[in-house]
Nanobody
Framework: QVQLVESGGGLVQAGGSLRLSCAAS????????MGWFRQSPGKEREFVAA????????HYADAVKGRFTISRDNAKNTVYLQMDSLKPEDTAVYYC????????????????WGQGTQVTVSS
């Protein structure tokens, strides 16, 4: 099993920045990729960004390209999501996920999920 713990959410004004962190523990050797997803009330969980643990493959949703940056620290088994130029429509619960067979953007492919962290962007 892999455990994921997110941190860094909060309330920010439009145009501001936040950085989310996700620390993985447990059977981390089984992970080949990690990603960030988000879910707003009444909506399905959607892909935000993901990367392979080797760093050779990175994916972003069109809605966040140029504003969000995903990165990793392999030594700390931690993945980050730097969110800049935040918009009210970015408001959601953000979830970190880990994949044993990295697929990139597919929600259903991910094997482990964190508890989520709330991001609220005020206008």
């Amino acid at each position: 099993q892999v455990q994921l713990v997110e941190s860094g959410g909060g309330l920010v004004q439009a145009g501001g920045s936040l950085r989310l962190s996700c620390a993985a523990s447990g059977r981390t050797f089984s992970i080949t990729g990690m990603g960030w997803f988000r879910q707003s009330p009444g909506k399905e969980r959607e892909f935000v960004a993901a990367l392979s643990w080797s760093g050779s493959s990175i994916h972003y949703a069109d809605a966040v390209k140029g504003r969000f940056t995903i990165s990793r620290d392999n030594a700390k088994n931690t993945v980050y999501l730097q969110m800049d130029s935040l918009k009210p429509e970015d408001t959601a619960v953000y979830y970190c996920a880990a994949d044993e067979y990295y697929s990139g953007t597919l929600v259903v492919s991910y094997d482990y999920w964190g508890q989520g962290t709330q991001v609220t962007v005020s206008s």
